[in-house]
């Protein structure tokens, strides 16, 4: 990095140059009066120093006239970034340029000062202040990807809330839900939100020199902020924000902010000099999020600078010269090279040598995050830089000459608390016996991978080497950790003479156990202590474990025994998938499943399931089956717990929801002053109908059966965005049902913004018509006929439409006469109604013109309403033995208000019961049959063969001396195979019988641990003979 000063600041940046050096970055600053104060004797300067060295930031340090910026020449204005134009002739920055613009060395003190804390001495405030992103935006629009400005911002913190962030505060222009509080954010609002503390501010709307539109906030609340310690950087799409020639500017106050001497405001700034563009720079501020997120994983950036000038050059990707200009002018207030915080930041631990020798060339540290960046240096001077990996850096340098040195290690990463220590240079005399390496030995007590993984006690080979010139005489090794998961079993051993030069070991000299608790890769810590008749050493190393790290998959819903929908509805009997994958570097030994819930709608009938062994980076699945009450509400979400056990004291445990069947109706309401939103509310609540509402588009539209879209009229209507269409097809095409009104979505909207979705309602757009709405009447032999409402709301500029192919006419307006609500069944997986009046404006009149039962009609045509019966029971379990009772539960609509149950071969035999207990008594196979029933309707439903009774009087159990294990068992038929482990004997052979007796599979040269595949089988006992050297044994099998 290049530092161009202004020479009355140099004293003052020395402090932010040493940092910079010592933390690996190659750091020289210049006085510009050697340069000229010219931009083009400074361009010209950094071009050579680009050319003759390795060269990535520079640092400007003044205000313009202090250090000039550049201007025409084909720039979009003043700009820093043009110093950065090298190779080539275009606006792709070569070199990342920042500026500490100050007028007076308080200015200069304040910004190097809340670098170095930002950097070496990060605040570790337990309020998740890093993990906050705060998103200011207008409500203008549509600009870049057809969003609004608030629409923009809340869709990049989303993309934040992913990464790692857990809280999003929204001030935002108008009313637009979510976080955001209604109306107009207040400069007090913004205040209380960056006092609060959030790492990252992002800003979209109108700017001026020193304020932002949005808000009103300016240089004076900028200067009466308390937010010490908590500084963000900010990314703000705004005209002039850092208009910093011959100003006071917006971006300069917030880096030159302090209270009490201590620094406020933020730690960086990315503000232009002109006035901004729309579409552009909202392209630049997304990609610069998207590098943050690390959605490009060969794009991975963590410099301020970095970040957002490689986002500035996707404007220029985008949009061409246009996307030049803003690049040219969006400048970096603040350190380039700053590497930004997005999480509490977590300590680094390191272990290295103590001292170094005179002559020494080579220097190893031992670090517990991979990917960390060491480096030595001396009195400001590189000595090397080295990244860690596999748990340790080496440090190569020219050999040590000079006693009495101290050389600075520091280590720093990402996220991470630098680490600092001061190591001294001595010289070479007598014998210095220090740790060289160490090699695992875990074949006897562990599973000899050479590893140290959780609960295993495993022998460790330590090599010692005399660095010194003496020779180590009666050399005792002992061997120390502060670790809470190691337990030292045997901790000394005696090395005898150790020679100059000389690498030794004792094989096998040690012991230790590990804890089961142990986190995967943890850095376990090791003290080395080395003595002989006269001098003492000390060595640190470290050894990492490995434990397994258990995660629950993506769960599905396989209802092939129900309605085949892919998901679970009230009355409905399925199997929930939960895959356990292994993202650890242990394996999980004969895991176990076991489903609990205290929700009263639902129904476990397989609680327990076997897993058995999951491999490091592999996984395994289990099938449960759970039934969903009758009277389970539509889309509600019940809490299930896994937990999970396994050998070694192995235990997880997750919690999910799992939604039944879908919400009836969502109430999308984008209208900017509510005019249908609330009404729909109120006829759905008079219906009964369960239905959210929302003034945002949610993340995810599949729970919901239907959407009723209020787009407004204008001056307060929402135009729907090129990306809202897309996920409102999407919908469709999953089989959704869409109400949408607005009174310029059909015509006017579609010519500058149409969307995907428009095509899919079948409306063509004849005009913009003016407010002419007086009287709406349902069409003659369609469901609204019969209906008229007089209309009182929203009349402006209402579109004429007129429907296409399968799409039919429901009203009409009757003076003037034209449709404005059009319906359209295509007979396919969707179903749309479109309207250019509101909902809310329809006044009720007498039944049927109300809007309870237009509503009805509505839901009725969307197939929200359908047949309220059904019949479905389950029983627990299906598999027993003689005498044993199985529990039954009718699952069957709630429309039926009887029921008789038949029960051959069981005891008792019928019942009225809801949920009756029935005993077996003798061996065989049986059906049930339910019939339910009401006042105008009854089912039947028999499941054959749906009861198993077995005798399993005469079956030998295992001997007590092998110890043989099935799993899982029961097994699922068609989900998974059967694995056969023995803890201490050979399997030879494996047979299995059915209930009669036949042998259904045999393999005789049987791999232990093979799964078989036994999918071919039919649910019921089997008898599983295993043949080892010994003996033969016989266990219970029962697949379901």
Request: one cysteine or more.
């Amino acid at each position: 990095m290049l530092v161009i000063c202004y020479p009355d600041f140099m004293a003052s940046m020395q402090p932010y140059v040493d940092w910079k050096n010592s933390i690996g970055i190659p750091t020289e600053m210049v006085n510009v009066s050697t340069i000229g104060n010219t931009s083009a004797a400074i361009k010209d300067y950094i071009v050579n120093y680009y050319n003759t060295n390795t060269l990535t930031f520079v640092l400007l340090v003044g205000d313009g006239p202090q250090i000039p910026t550049n201007t025409g020449g084909g720039l979009g204005g003043p700009s820093d970034n043009a110093y950065g134009y090298i190779v080539g002739n275009d606006h792709y920055i070569d070199v990342f340029i920042g500026r500490f613009s100050a007028e007076n060395m308080a200015h200069v003190q304040t910004q190097v000062t809340r670098t170095l804390e930002y950097e070496k001495n990060p605040s570790f405030i337990n309020d998740d202040w890093y993990t906050t992103c705060l998103g200011i935006a207008s409500n203008q629009g549509p600009g870049d990807d057809g969003e609004y400005d608030y629409q923009h911002v809340r869709n990049m913190q989303t993309d934040l809330l992913g990464y790692t962030y857990t809280w999003n505060p929204e001030l935002f222009d108008g009313s637009q839900g979510g976080n955001d509080a209604p109306g107009n954010p207040t400069p007090a609002m913004v205040s209380t939100e960056v006092n609060n503390g959030t790492s990252i501010i992002l800003y979209t709307g109108h700017g001026s020199t020193t304020s932002w539109g949005t808000s009103g906030f300016s240089n004076t609340n900028v200067n009466q902020l308390t937010n010490m310690g908590k500084l963000p950087f900010i990314w703000a799409v705004a005209c002039v924000n850092g208009d910093f020639m011959n100003n006071t500017c917006f971006a300069e106050a917030w880096l030159r902010a302090t209270q009490n001497n201590q620094p406020t405001g933020a730690i960086a700034y990315l503000g232009s000099t002109i006035n901004q563009s729309w579409n552009p720079p909202m392209e630049g501020q997304d990609e610069m999020v998207d590098i943050l997120v690390e959605t490009y994983p060969n794009n991975i950036r963590r410099t301020f600078a970095g970040l957002s000038l490689n986002g500035c050059s996707k404007m220029i990707d985008t949009y061409g010269t246009a996307g030049s200009e803003m690049a040219d002018t969006w400048t970096v207030f603040g350190d380039p090279s700053l590497m930004v915080r997005t999480a509490n930041p977590q300590p680094l631990s390191a272990s290295f040598n103590p001292t170094i020798f005179v002559g020494a060339s080579t220097f190893t540290v031992n670090c517990n995050v991979n990917g960390a960046r060491v480096t030595l240096s001396n009195d400001g001077a590189i000595l090397n830089t080295a990244w860690v990996s596999n748990g340790s850096a080496t440090l190569n340098f020219p050999a040590l000459l000079v006693p009495n040195d101290t050389l600075t290690l520091t280590v720093i990463e990402y996220n991470y608390i630098p680490f600092i220590a001061q190591i001294p240079v001595i010289p070479a005399e007598g014998p210095y016996v220090i740790y060289e390496n160490s090699q695992v030995a875990d074949s006897i007590m562990g599973n000899d991978n050479g590893l140290l993984d959780y609960a295993e006690t495993s022998n460790l080979t330590i090599a010692v080497k005399n660095i010194g010139v003496d020779s180590s005489v009666n050399t005792w090794v002992s061997l120390r950790t502060l670790s809470p998961y190691v337990t030292i079993t045997d901790s000394t051993e005696n090395y005898g003479i150790v020679s100059p030069g000389q690498i030794i070991s004792v094989d096998e000299g040690f012991q230790l156990s590990i804890s089961s608790t142990v986190p995967d890769y943890q850095i376990i810590p090791f003290t080395l202590i080395v003595q002989d008749s006269s001098d003492s050493w000390t060595s640190q190393f470290s050894l990492q474990a490995h434990a397994p790290v258990l995660q629950q998959g993506v769960i599905s819903v396989n209802d092939s025994i129900g309605n085949n929908n892919q998901r679970l509805d009230a009355g409905e009997t399925v199997y929930v998938n939960i895959p356990i994958i292994n993202n650890g570097s242990s394996a999980a030994y004969t895991l176990i499943g076991t489903l609990t819930t205290s929700d009263p709608y639902l129904i476990i009938s397989t609680p327990e399931a076997t897993y058995g062994d999951i491999l490091p980076l592999s996984s395994q699945s289990q099938a449960y089956m759970i039934s969903a009450m009758p009277n389970t509400p539509a889309g509600y979400q019940a809490m299930i717990t896994l937990s999970l056990v396994g050998d070694y004291d192995l235990t997880a445990s997750f919690d999910f929801t799992l939604t039944i069947d879908r919400i009836p109706v969502l109430v999308l309401d984008l209208d900017g002053n509510h005019n249908s939103g609330p009404s729909m509310q109120n006829a759905l609540n008079q219906l009964n109908v369960v239905n959210e509402y929302t003034t945002s588009f949610p993340t995810d539209l599949s729970k919901y059966k239907s959407l009723f879209v209020c787009l407004g009229v204008y001056p307060d209507k929402h135009i729907l965005s090129a990306a809202e269409g897309i996920v409102l097809k999407t919908y469709l095409n999953q089989g959704g049902r869409i109400y949408m009104e607005g009174g310029d979505t059909w015509y006017y909207d579609q010519q500058s913004y149409p969307t995907v979705v428009h095509p899919m309602f079948q409306i063509k757009g004849l005009k913009d018509n003016g407010g002419t709405l007086t009287t709406i009447a349902g069409k003659t032999g369609t469901f609204t006929e019969g209906m008229s409402f007089i209309y009182n709301g929203d009349n402006n500029y209402i579109d004429k439409i007129e429907p296409q192919n399968q799409a039919f006419t429901i009203f009409n307006n009757t003076s003037p006469s034209y449709i404005v609500t059009i319906a359209n069944d295509p007979g396919s997986v969707y179903k749309t109604i479109g309207s250019s009046n509101e909902f809310g404006g329809l006044t009720d009149n007498v039944s049927p013109s109300t809007k309870k039962d237009l509503m009805l009609q509505y839901l009725t045509f969307f197939d929200i309403f359908g047949s309220p019966y059904w019949a479905n029971f389950v029983g627990i379990p299906t598999t027993i033995e003689i005498n044993d009772t199985v529990k039954f539960y009718d699952l069957s609509s709630t429309a039926f208000t009887s029921r008789i149950w038949s029960f051959p071969g069981g005891e008792p035999s019928t019942s009225t019961e809801a949920n009756p207990e029935v005993v077996y008594s003798s061996m065989g196979t049986y059906n049930v049959t339910l019939e339910v029933s009401s006042s105008d309707s009854t089912i039947i439903l028999t499941r054959n063969d749906y009861i198993s009774v077995y005798d399993y009087t005469g079956i030998n159990p295992q001997s007590v001396s092998t110890e043989i294990t099935l799993y899982p068992n029961p097994l699922n038929r068609g989900f998974g195979s059967l694995n056969i482990r023995s803890l201490n004997a050979n399997i030879q052979s494996i047979r299995i019988f059915n209930s009669i007796g036949r042998e259904v599979f045999s393999e005789m040269n049987y791999m232990e641990n093979t799964p078989i595949s036994l999918k071919h089988l039919q649910p019921g006992l089997y008898l599983v003979e295993i043949k080892t050297e010994e003996e033969i044994l016989v266990q219970k099998l029962i697949i379901r």
